[in-house]
């Protein structure tokens, strides 16, 4: 999620490069009810915290929360610097 932020802050071709990747994989997984799913298409996924793979009740909250913080940089941030 900090990742975003500091990304759009950066701006330029990092910021677009990374945004080019992240926000459909993230758009893709969302369900129709909000929620996001479980990555990795039921494969074994490497994830900073095991939370982030649960598909129970703490493991979609807390990947949903992750990924609504990462969207937010479209809304609520501004890049500080105007070149």
């Known amino acids: 999620m900090h990742h975003s932020q500091a990304l759009l802050q950066h701006g330029g071709k990092p910021w677009r490069h990374y ?3 992240f926000a459909p994989q993230l758009l893709e997984a969302q369900r129709p009810d ?3 799913a479980r990555p990795g298409g039921g494969g074994r996924i490497e994830a900073v915290n095991s939370l982030f793979a649960q ?3 703490d493991g979609l909250h807390y990947r949903n929360s992750l990924c ?3 969207l937010e ?3 609520r941030y501004l890049p500080g610097i105007r070149k």
């Open 34 to 36: 909000g929620s996001f």
């Open 19 to 21: 945004n080019d990747r």
């Open 68 to 70: 609504i913080l990462m």
């Open 73 to 75: 940089v479209y809304y």
């Open 55 to 57: 598909d129970d009740k």
